[in-house]
């Protein structure tokens, strides 16, 4: 697998499109060296390619749930949300070998953020042709079986991270698998373990213990169709039964009423209906009673009151013209105005004052039509009021209510007259009740029936699944005995394969991982030998030497147990042979001068827990190269912060001789104080291409530039 372009658009620090150029074109120049300071966009370069080509998976993921959207949005530039049209998208071009030919593949994850919802638009395009759902799922499981999701790591190498595998005791697991993945031995262990399984669970002695079973749910099920049966047919009986019983309470309803009888419900129906009837036809009454003495004999000249109205108005106004008249004296007005004013003007001033309080149509000389006390002309107002007032549709229907429930009274005493004597209704009701009784007895069994034969027939279809089962086990035992003995042989081969197999590359993957560190380490004797368990549990060794007192000191301090921890089978297998034991026991009767004064040269182990942090890299980086080259897999080693505990003594080691041979593509992620002048002039003729990350803090912006921080 080779990684040719990665784009990024919108995705951490780059703002807008952005894309790289990994394309290796000379096996000889394979590195892809990318600069940049703390914080211009490594990190999320390597982040970008991870999510690219597994999506959820990256995270631990099955598939996009909240967690997973939530660390996408957090990963969208923060410029994008500025936009109308939120939009983010990574797309990685992959070189993948199938069938011996190589296939170029572009994957892309589009993010689009609308409703503050987040959606990804997932594709895959095969020389040019986007897949199709089945298509892509099985590029996603061939994606998947060449570098697993749990190996991320393996070809993501983050130098910050990486040491903390190997820091728990679960580290066996992870290296067992990366190996078994890369050198292909993945396929034989699902096959041994599918096989193993399927012999362990199939049993043939369990075929009699099976017929049992089957013979049982059928006797079961014989005796279950059975009592089904009967209660259908008590069932139909019961429903045939009930439906009598409601045609005979219909029968005795309709004589009852044809015989003139009233129910207890229905009489005490009629009689509220009856006291309801009575007060309507008082509270009516009294309203009537009150129009017929009150109102009505002005209702009925309701037309005269205008006139009356505009007579009494006249004759009130004229009662104060007289008054004014009265009132107004020439001398006194003479007096009050002495000489400034002349006779004419006051006469004009008198006449003018006269006709302004003298009524519309008042003469003099006129008299008073009615000449009623103001006592008497309120009452007069008042009923033109109320004639104002009075609804006349209202009184009618008020008249109408009256009538209708004087015609129901009647109604009701008549029917209350002609009803049933009550020892007759005393009669019908006890057979009513009798009826009754025997619908309540048919209705409960009715319920009971149906409720058992509900019960009954989930029971049955249980036994049935108990039944049908039973007999496809035994028929699949009886046509599959050949496949239970092909797959114990199945088993037993993988298991014998993969037994020398993992032995093989255990023992190749010693010596490589020896060989390795004694390329990239200074220190001869750092570790000389490994031992590799059979569950990959790592056992490292430096060469040791004893005096013979030494020796059997350690012997007897530590016991036979912890003396072979120490010194390793190896140095075991040695020991017995240098001294020609038959077992490290004889050493327990041995002294010094059985054994000489001869130097004695074994091995002392070393805790792998116990190495520095940069000498568990450089370890790290030496099983990572052994485990690609004893696998011969070809595919691009992707390193963050490729420095970030080793020494400046091991740097160049690992520049001129790591970097260079541990994959045909390798991109560096580094700062200028990791590979730094001096360290990228020695990477320098194995380089590719060539970036430098350069962040705009003000902007939070990473713009791309083709050149790193040095030149040569």
């Known amino acids: 697998m080779k990684i040719n372009k990665v784009k990024l658009y919108n995705f951490s620090s780059y703002e807008g499109n952005n894309e790289f150029d990994f394309e290796v074109t000379d096996k000889k120049k394979n590195i892809i060296l990318i600069g940049g300071k703390n914080g211009a966009g490594k990190t999320s370069l390597f982040t970008a390619i991870k999510v690219a080509l597994y999506g959820p998976l990256a995270y631990g993921y099955v598939g996009a749930n909240p967690h997973y959207t939530s660390k996408i949005k957090d990963l969208i530039n923060s410029k994008a949300f500025q936009q109308e049209t939120v939009e983010a998208e990574v797309q990685i071009t992959l070189e993948l070998k199938i069938e011996r030919e190589i296939k170029s593949y572009i994957i892309t994850r589009k993010w689009n953020y609308t409703a503050q919802k987040l959606t990804e638009e997932y594709s895959v395009e095969k020389d040019g042709i986007k897949l199709d759902e089945q298509e892509l799922s099985y590029f996603e499981n061939y994606l998947q079986s060449i570098i697993p999701p749990d190996l991320f790591e393996f070809f ?80 139909s009986k019961l429903t045939k039964d009930l439906e009598d019983v409601e045609v005979q309470l219909t029968e005795l309803e309709t004589s009852f009423k044809n015989a003139g009888g009233i129910s207890r419900k229905e009489k005490k129906q ?132 009256r009538k209708e429930a004087s015609e129901r009274t009647a109604e009701i005493n008549r029917i209350l007259k002609n009803s049933m004597c009550e020892e007759d209704v005393n009669a019908f009701a006890q057979k009513e009740n009798e009826i009754l009784k025997k619908k309540d007895d048919l209705t409960r069994q009715l319920f009971e029936a149906q409720h058992r034969l509900e019960d009954i027939g989930r029971e049955l279809q249980i036994k049935e699944q108990i039944r049908d089962k039973a007999m496809q086990t035994l028929k699949s035992n009886a046509q599959n005995k050949h496949v239970y003995e092909l797959s114990a042989g199945i088993s037993t081969m993988m298991e014998q394969f993969l037994e020398e197999k993992t032995l093989s590359i255990r023992n190749q993957l010693e010596k490589a991982i020896v060989q390795k560190l004694k390329t990239i380490y200074r220190k001869n004797n750092l570790i000389t030998h490994i031992e590799i368990g ?179």
């Open 270 to 401: 009629l009689e509220d209906e009856y006291s309801q009837a009575e007060k309507t036809k008082t509270e009516t009454l009294t309203n009537i009673k009150m129009f017929v003495e009150g109102l009505m004999p002005f209702y009925i000249l309701k037309d005269f009151a205008d006139p009356i109205m505009t007579q009494l108005d006249l004759e009130e106004k004229g009662e104060i013209f007289y008054y004014v008249q009265s009132k107004l004296k020439r001398n006194a007005i003479e007096e009050l105005l002495k000489d400034d004013v002349s006779d004419e003007k006051i006469n004009q001033l008198i006449e003018h004052l006269l006709d302004t309080f003298k009524p519309k149509g008042f003469h003099d000389g006129m008299e008073m039509m009615f000449d009623l006390s103001k006592e008497d002309i309120g009452r007069v107002n008042g009923i033109v009021s109320a004639l104002e007032d009075f609804d006349a549709k209202t009184m009618i229907e008020t008249i109408k209510r």
């Open 534 to 712: 059979k569950n990959f549990d790592f056992n490292l060794y430096q060469d040791e030497t004893y005096s013979s007192k030494e020796l059997l000191t350690l012997y007897r301090n530590l016991g036979n147990s912890e003396f072979t921890n120490l010194i390793g089978a190896k140095g075991e297998k040695k020991l017995i042979k240098l001294l020609k034991l038959s077992s490290l026991n004889e050493l327990k009767n041995i002294s010094e001068a059985d054994i000489g004064n001869e130097q004695i040269h074994l091995y002392k182990k070393i805790e792998l827990g116990r190495l520095s942090k940069g000498e568990r890299q450089i370890f790290i980086l030496a099983l990572y190269w052994a485990i690609i080259e004893i696998s011969g897999q070809n595919i691009p080693f992707v390193i963050d912060t490729p420095y970030a505990r080793i020494d400046a003594n091991h740097r160049r080691e690992i520049s001129e001789k790591f970097f260079p041979n541990i994959s045909e593509q390798v991109i560096i992620l580094s700062t200028d104080e990791e590979i730094n002048e001096e360290y990228y002039k020695i990477v320098k003729p194995y380089v590719s291409k060539e970036y430098l990350l350069i962040n705009d803090e003000n902007e939070n912006r990473t713009s791309i530039e083709n050149h790193y921080f040095f030149e040569v």
């Open 156 to 235: 993501l190498f983050d130098g910050e991270e990486v040491g903390n595998i190997f820091s728990t005791s679960a580290y066996n697991t992870y290296v067992k698998n990366a190996v078994f993945t890369l050198c292909g031995m993945d396929v034989f262990e699902i096959i041994r373990k599918y096989t193993h399984g399927y012999v362990s669970k199939n049993n043939l002695s369990e075929d009699n213990n099976t017929f049992e079973e089957y013979e049982c749910a059928k006797k079961e099920i014989e005796s279950m169709e059975s009592e089904k049966e009967h209660l259908e047919m008590d069932v």
